[in-house]
């Protein structure tokens, strides 16, 4: 299979997995992980996913260049749309997502972390654009995430110089927020996942889309829907069950209700 899904507990991790090419996508791998997603996300059982590679060498490096290089315009725009509907189901998970980034995340493989809500990776990871080496600007997303995350200037000078860049200039631009042994990597995603599900769903979910639709938003718009999720938030029964746990001194236990 282009994707594996293993569910463990609430923890779902997806690994893409085409190691003879880096995990680099084509079509077939990007619909996989399309459907793979679209399943996960409408599964209440999972809290948490984990996006990894498979092998000790990749993420994922980049889109298929074998496969792109004979597309016409029209066919590169399906494409272009394929990735965005794929790192859009990412970003708008109702569970948060963690990249567990195990070596290269270059062109595609960089836009789809990018989607994801937190990006953890190995030391032996290297990140980068390098589309226009090939002749092409970044098209799932690369030119809108980068620069969200890491800042404009930092965002043009890796994707006008298409440099990559290694797992210390990562952390150092805030692209990745930790790095770890390649081994100690899906063990720390792991553990960050668990900690993610432990807590309750619904306010997870919301606290996420207040971050994505609020720094989307003017400051006033955005204060206005964190103060609706907050009163929502209300409505739960996990809400009176961690009040009620911490008021107890007992662990509390959530259900998503
Ligand atoms: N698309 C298709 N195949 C790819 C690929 C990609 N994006 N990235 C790597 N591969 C394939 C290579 O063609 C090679 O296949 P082969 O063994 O059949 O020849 C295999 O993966 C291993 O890659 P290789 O280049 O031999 O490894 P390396 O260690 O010398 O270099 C990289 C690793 C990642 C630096 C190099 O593969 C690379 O630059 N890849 C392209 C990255 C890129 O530009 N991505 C953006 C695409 S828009």
Known sequence: MAVDVV???HVATITLNRPDVLNAFNTAQLEALRDALTEVRQDPAVRAIILTGAGERAFAAGADIAEMRDKSPREALAFAQLGHAVCSLLETAPQPTIAAINGFAL????????ACDIRICSENAQLGQPEVTLGIPPGWGGT?????????????????????IGAEEALRRGLVSAVYPLAELLPKARELADRIAANAPIAVRYAKEAINRGTESDLETALAYEAQIFALAFDTLDQKEGMGAFLERRKPTFTGA
């Open 107 to 114: 062109g595609g493989g960089c836009e789809v972390a990018l």
């Open 7 to 9: 569910r463990d507990g």
């Open 144 to 164: 809108q995430r980068l620069a969200r995350v890491i800042g404009r200037a930092a965002a043009k000078e890796l994707i006008l110089t298409g440099r990559r």
